[in-house]
């Protein structure tokens, strides 16, 4: 997909409703940042926007590994990423899509369901690819990816469909290569940050929604 039509998308999905935090309103992302959040969750799957967004997905990993260099296995980020890499595992043959979970005790933190774990020693070969929706530091996909190579995968990279952020630092200090199809650059800040930057959004008295509200 070209860069226009990159754009395209990326518009499309944040003015879709439910999607992007209007103005006025914030969230406390996982990893305690904050800033406008996307809600990728709110795109249905039965509409045509998801399927392009699955195609999009589709065609960045052909391009960015392909032919060759296939990913063996996707693998989602909970909970929200995990349709996407069913539904772009069912896209791409020879490739299996797999699903993590959250602890039930605590919403943070992420781990391979029995299926994708008992899995990851037979792909100590090929890639393993976890997908992630929306990246701004990386807390919640490094997880999977330790995870996966715990459990015997033998190569970890990491997508995300939107990075929101330039840098990811979680990925960055665990040595994990990570792309992203779309670009979008956002404010976000520290919970600090926010407060003491005359920009923040708590400086400025947006609502702030507190994680998992």
């Not at 797999?98 to 391979?112: A, F, G, I, M």
């Not at 990851?120 to 929306?134: A, F, N, P, Q």
Request: proline share 4%.
């Amino acid at each position: 997909m070209d860069t226009a039509n990159l754009k395209e998308l990326e518009d499309e999905i944040l003015q879709h409703p439910g999607v992007f935090d209007p103005e006025g309103v914030h969230h406390e992302f996982a990893d305690g940042m904050h800033g406008q959040k996307i809600n990728i969750d709110a795109i249905p799957k039965e509409g045509s926007l998801y399927a392009e967004l699955v195609n999009a997905g589709i065609e960045f990993i052909y391009d960015h590994y392909g032919p060759k260099g296939l990913p063996v296995a996707l693998i989602g980020t909970a909970n929200g990423a995990n349709r996407f890499a069913i539904s772009m595992a069912l896209g791409i043959p020879k490739i299996s899509g797999l699903r993590s979970e959250k602890y039930p005790t605590d919403k943070k933190k992420v781990r391979l369901n029995s299926i994708a774990r008992s899995m990851m020693s037979t792909l100590r070969s090929g890639l393993v690819l976890v997908i992630d929706d929306i990246g701004t530091k990386g807390s919640m996909s490094v997880q999977v990816a330790h995870e996966a190579e715990l459990a015997g995968a033998g190569r970890v990279e990491v997508m995300y469909l939107m990075q929101r952020r330039p840098r990811l630092e979680h990925l960055d200090e665990a040595d994990i290569a990570y792309s992203a199809i779309m670009h979008r650059y956002l404010d976000t800040y520290s919970a600090e940050e926010c407060q003491t930057n005359p920009n923040g959004f708590c400086a400025r008295s947006w609502e702030l929604i507190k994680h998992g509200k």
